[in-house]
């Protein structure tokens, strides 16, 4: 039940901080996609880190232990299935180098 409520208040954080021409969803399990169009990679970093202070001032404020947010970031100018490749290889170096951050995919070339 924890496991839920951490995800379901990760996705309003997340719905709640982007635009309305930008897409939340859950990709499986605790991933989600935020696809931000046209958004710069510096928009981009300041929409995760927007969300992952938001998720750290709920963490000090509720009942529910909410984990560390990491992301993985890539181009928009590519087809889509690349992009959520390369997001995905990016996460995982985030997660692999500590967690609690974001890292973009051309910075772990």
Do not use: N, W
Not at 34 to 43: I, K, Q
Not at 65 to 86: N, Q
Request: glycine share 8%; proline share 5%.
């Amino acid at each position: 039940a924890a496991g839920d409520r951490a995800i379901v208040t990760f996705a309003g954080v997340c719905q709640s901080l982007v635009r309305s021409t930008d897409v939340v969803g859950r990709y499986g399990g605790e991933e989600f996609i935020l696809l931000l169009p046209g958004a710069s990679p510096e928009r981009a970093d300041d929409v995760v880190e927007t969300i992952s202070l938001a998720m750290a001032r709920r963490a000090r404020t509720g009942s529910t232990v909410l984990p560390t947010v990491s992301f993985g970031i890539a181009p928009a100018e590519m087809p889509l299935a690349k992009a959520i490749e390369h997001a995905d290889q990016a996460l995982y170096v985030a997660k692999e180098t500590g967690r609690d951050r974001a890292i973009h995919y051309a910075r772990t070339a």
